[in-house]
């Protein structure tokens, strides 16, 4: 008889899902977790997210969270994504995983 390990996985929230959607994924199985990208949007939207050296805004081509197309993240925005991912992996499965600096990585600037 061969035991099956159940893969972890990870729900990332790039659109609106409805709560009740979301709770029944994370409810069915202990090994999904959802990654809020929305909330993570909607605070560079506010205030922004500071990190070591900076803060990273999702305003059009000031902000350096986005790319000149206006949708997909700069290389700091990436790296914004990463921790949030890193954050619930940590937070979910109780792990350590170290996030990153986003300031270590490009941006676009325009003035």
């Not at 099956?4 to 659109?15: A, D, S, V």
């Not at 969270?65 to 949708?71: A, P, Q, R, Y």
Request: proline share 5%; glycine share 10%.
């Amino acid at each position: 008889m061969k035991m099956q390990i159940e893969t972890p996985r990870l729900l990332l929230r790039p659109f609106q899902l409805s709560d009740a959607a979301a709770n029944f994924k994370m409810d069915s199985n202990p090994n999904v977790l959802m990654v809020d990208i929305i909330s993570m949007v909607e605070t560079m939207n506010t205030t922004g997210i500071s990190h070591n050296g900076g803060t990273i805004y999702a305003t059009y081509a000031t902000g350096g969270g986005f790319s000149l197309d206006g949708i997909h993240p700069t290389a700091q925005g990436y790296a914004l994504v990463a921790n949030e991912i890193i954050k619930t992996i940590n937070n979910g499965f109780n792990a350590n995983i170290p996030t990153v600096n986003p300031g270590a990585y490009t941006t676009i600037f325009f003035e």
